[in-house]
């Protein structure tokens, strides 16, 4: 198989770093919680639905006690106290909790043994209900194999789940093998997730509890008419990020898209919050068994693909660094890359197959997401044909394993049946016609692809070694990420982050972080 010279030390090197990185960034999410965890343990131990007015019970309950200075002591804490106090049921405590004409303010009453005593069975369902909802698809994935890698990757973006859910079988009918409902515009800086399933949505459809489970149910209808495992994505950033995570597991999704600087760095959401939930949210995914995608793609929408082509590298050993310790594994770190170089500089492919072969060597088993040129797309159709082959052509040369493929139509249009046809086709048509290309090609030692892989990972280390030294917090105000720069406390949701008490209350975290 074709390989690119990668320096082994180095990379151990950047590992190191990273680690380093993450470790310095750890000390602060162990000692700090945020409203979107809380409302995740909320969530998980059964307390759902909504006021008569519209607003979820858990933000309800976490925003009451978040404005009485208590969330310090963990929501859970409190909802283990009204468990012994008498509440029948989760539900109930958490409507005690809302709605209580008496506040509890955490002294006196329950004992700390009668308080986990009572909590207890409610962190066990909620665990049995991940697993569960795992094993049922691991079950269906081994009836029905899913298609050969590069996994052909699509989108639905209608507003409609109940139409998002009809063009996720025809997807699939017609090739692809994951399926992703874009998230409607801006859902991520909304506080809370709505209820239920949507039918409006500009850009795309609310990430809701009920909208996973529909087109879950649709996905695995297509896998069983089909007899090939069609897998579901969705996003899981923003700031209800852990909420997110938590609906995934239980709905049994395959993929989340899921970034420890994405949100920071593209929505302007606090780094505090962010890399707090990011972790808690990883913590559900590693449970669930699901595929993060993170999100370096989107570095060389805002800053130059070729000059800044290391940054992607390095942040994607950052976000390695911290998927590590939330428990995730080597196959579910579906690190992001993107085929972005301008396709009118001289030897821009070449620049393309040395990245794409660089990221594949370095990350050997993870299951590599590598996403489509979007940010030279013109609307010249015909062109941006010809454009997506390329990408297919290094995706399948360089054994990526999702390809998101590009639309002839990406800045005119959300894809249309016929589009994403037209897309599964000609990838279709390249990845069989290529097939085995990547193991009866060689690049030269001294050549411009191989060249220009050293370049890349030298600039990552020395990269690395700069943001270990100051700190990821001061590397990202000053820009070294996708050229944008975030403060520590500027942001949406910083209000939202909450220093730990000593006696924090968390079971189900504490269970989820034992299992690793």
């Known amino acids: ?26 000390q602060f999410i162990d000692a700090h919680t945020t409203v979107g965890v809380e409302r995740t343990i909320l969530r998980a131990y059964g307390a759902e639905g909504v006021s008569d007015e519209g607003v979820p019970i858990v933000n309800l309950v976490v925003d009451r006690y978040k404005e009485a200075g208590l969330l310090d002591r963990g929501i859970a804490y409190f909802l283990a106290r009204a468990l012994v106090r008498g509440a029948r049921s989760v539900k109930e405590a958490a409507e005690e909790l809302a709605y209580g004409a008496v506040m509890d303010d955490g002294t006196g009453g329950p004992t700390e043994l009668e308080a986990n005593a009572a909590i207890a069975p409610a962190t066990a369902v909620a665990l049995a209900r991940i697993d569960h909802a795992r094993d049922r698809r691991r079950a269906l994935k081994l009836a029905h194999a899913p298609g050969d890698a590069p996994l052909k990757y699509v989108i639905v973006a209608t507003g409609n789940i109940h139409d998002d859910a009809l063009q996720s079988k025809a997807a699939a009918f017609a090739g692809a093998d994951i399926v992703a409902v874009i998230r409607a515009t801006a859902q991520s800086l909304l506080d809370y997730v709505p209820e239920g399933a949507t039918t409006e949505g500009f850009g795309g459809t609310f990430a809701t509890q009920e909208n996973f489970r529909i087109i879950r149910a649709a996905t695995n209808e297509a896998t069983r008419s089909g007899g090939r495992y069609i897998h579901q994505t969705n996003y899981s950033s923003g700031l209800c990020m852990a909420e997110i995570a938590w609906m995934a597991a239980v709905e049994g999704l395959d993929m989340l898209l899921n970034d420890a600087m994405y949100g920071i760095l593209f929505r302007d959401i606090n780094m505090c919050r962010t890399f707090v939930d990011q972790y808690v949210s990883r913590r559900l995914i590693a449970r669930a ?21 290391h940054t992607v590298l390095s942040s994607q050993f950052i976000n390695e660094a911290f998927a590590f310790r939330a428990g995730l594994r080597e196959e579910q ?9 301008d396709p009118w500089i001289e030897d821009s492919f070449l620049l393309e197959l040395s990245q794409a072969q660089l990221v594949r060597q370095i990350f050997p088993n ?4 590598w996403m489509p040129p979007t940010k030279h797309k013109t609307g010249d159709i015909f062109f941006a044909h010809v454009h997506d082959a390329m990408f297919n052509l290094v995706g399948v040369a360089t ?22 046809y037209l897309s599964l086709k000609a990838a279709r048509y390249v990845h069989s016609a290529c097939k085995n290309l990547g193991d009866e090609i060689t690049f030269r030692s001294d050549g411009r692809i191989a060249r220009r892989a050293v370049q890349v990972l030298d600039e990552a280390l020395e990269q690395l070694e700069e943001v270990a030294r100051d700190g990821i917090w001061d590397a990202i105000s000053r820009g070294a990420f996708a050229d944008v720069k975030r403060t520590r406390n500027g942001g949406k949701g910083y209000n939202g982050v909450v220093k730990k008490h000593a006696q924090y209350v968390n079971p189900l975290l504490d269970a989820l972080e034992a299992q690793s």
């Open 1 to 26: 198989m074709a390989t690119v010279p990668v320096d082994v030390q180095k990379v151990a090197r950047c590992r190191e770093l990273a680690n380093a990185i993450a470790a310095d960034v750890q």
């Open 289 to 309: 068994g699901i595929v993060i995608n993170t999100g370096e793609d989107n570095y060389l929408t805002t800053a130059d693909a070729v000059d800044k082509a």
């Open 333 to 341: 770190l579906g690190l992001g890359h993107a085929y972005e170089i």
């Open 366 to 369: 993870h299951p590599i997401k």
């Open 399 to 420: 054994n990526q394993s999702i390809e998101l493929l590009g639309m002839f139509s990406e800045a005119v249009h959300n894809p249309m049946l016929m589009d994403r």
